[in-house]
T-cell receptor, first 115, second 111 residues
Framework: DTAVSQTPKYLVTQMGNDKSIKCEQN?????MYWYKQDSKKFLKIMFS???????INETVPNRFSPKSPDKAHLNLHINSLELGDSAVYFC??????????????FGSGTRLTVV | GDSVTQMEGPVTLSEEAFLTINCTYT??????LFWYVQYPGEGLQLLLKATKADDKGSNKGFEATYRKETTSFHLEKGSVQVSDSAVYFC??????????FGAGTQVVVTP
């Protein structure tokens, strides 16, 4: 039973295309996140949803649009892909009132390569 | 804002050597502190945590102690194995509930 699952694991696409990454968690958590990991392994938070409501929206190009149909799912849609979008994208989840004790649970990542 | 600074890698060690990865933080208040590990090609796994000053987190032979006086949370392991080769991230939960990471330290253990 995968706790936080992302699909696809690998995504290779051409510049200018539109693509989506899906994330699902079966932990009963109420908050989900997207992180971007660059080529130097640096991790930066992009978005967070709590019970389907956007609560964190960092400085991210508006080509990136998260969508949360329910609290167990958080998808990331990217329009007009650029070379600089190549990275590993991680989904994570947590219980908002327990993050200090348990941190976040992460998915295995989606490696996006834009060519 | 809150932030985490950790030593740059890569750190290269022989098997059975002692490992220390330094981590210091800047925060208002006393945030919970975490170490995450990323094995090659995998996601991030929680390695250990500490929620208050003087707490010691431990797991898989790794330890870290929350030092309020030095705002530090250094990771240590007494005898590393090749299977410990990974990238290690120090992190804190900031006042907004966001998990903020350090830059990561790659550890390479050779036989």
């Amino acid at each position: 039973d995968t706790a936080v699952s992302q699909t696809p694991k690998y995504l290779v696409t051409q510049m200018g295309n539109d693509k989506s990454i899906k994330c699902e968690q079966n932990l009963g958590h109420d908050t989900m996140y997207w992180y971007k990991q660059d080529s130097k392994k640096f991790l930066k938070i992009m978005f967070s949803y709590n019970n389907k409501e956007l609560i964190i929206n960092e400085t991210v190009p508006n080509r990136f649009s998260p969508k949360s149909p329910d609290k167990a799912h958080l998808n990331l849609h990217i329009n007009s892909l650029e070379l600089g979008d190549s990275a590993v994208y991680f989904c994570a989840s947590a219980m908002a009132d327990r993050v200090e004790y348990y941190g976040y649970t992460f998915g295995s990542g989606t490696r996006l390569t834009v060519v | 804002g809150d932030s985490v600074t950790q030593m740059e890698g890569p750190v290269t060690l022989s098997e059975e050597a002692f490992l220390t990865i330094n981590c210091t933080y800047t925060a208002t208040g006393y945030p919970s502190l975490f170490w995450y590990v990323q094995y090659p090609g995998e996601g991030l796994q929680l390695l250990l945590k500490a929620t208050k000053a003087d707490d010691k987190g431990s797991n898989k032979g790794f330890e870290a102690t929350y030092r309020k006086e030095t705002t530090s949370f250094h990771l240590e392991k007494g005898s590393v194995q090749v299977s410990d080769s990974a990238v290690y991230f120090c992190a804190l939960i900031d006042s907004w509930g966001k998990l903020q990471f350090g830059a990561g330290t790659q550890v390479v253990v050779t036989p």
